[in-house]
Nanobody, 122 residues
């Protein structure tokens, strides 16, 4: 699966931003699409994932919304009420397994996009 993420930028705290990720090379409707982020000096962390319904990390629940348009092979990450601690490089990822009973890990996603920078200033 090839992934192309876009939509990053620099915003103020409290602003919104929407990231997009277009997938190709696999039947999109059965692909688990995930979002991760990596802040400077920190490990990459799970943000959310979507197959038939969304799942979020506790750090973004209530502020971020994942949606997907299967006709366009695109997954979106709508980020509202952004905080400076949301500053990171955001990656989209694709996998085939809907995980239950534990948090998603990077290893659950074999395919990764190139990352897009999101910077939130206070």
């Amino acid at each position: 699966v090839q992934l192309q993420a876009s939509g990053g930028g620099s915003v103020q705290a409290g602003d919104s931003l929407r990231l997009s990720c277009v997938a190709s090379g696999r039947t999109f409707i059965t692909t688990v699409m995930g979002w991760f982020r990596q802040a400077p000096g920190k490990e990459r962390e799970f943000v959310g994932a979507f197959l038939w319904s969304p799942r979020y990390s506790d750090s973004v629940k209530g502020r971020f919304t994942i949606s997907r348009d299967n006709a366009k092979n695109t997954v979106y990450l709508q980020m509202d009420s952004l905080k400076p601690e949301d500053t990171a490089v955001y990656y989209c990822a694709a996998g085939t397994t809907w995980v239950t009973g534990r948090h998603y890990r990077e290893s659950d996603f074999p395919s990764w996009g190139q990352g897009t920078q999101v910077t939130v200033s206070s």
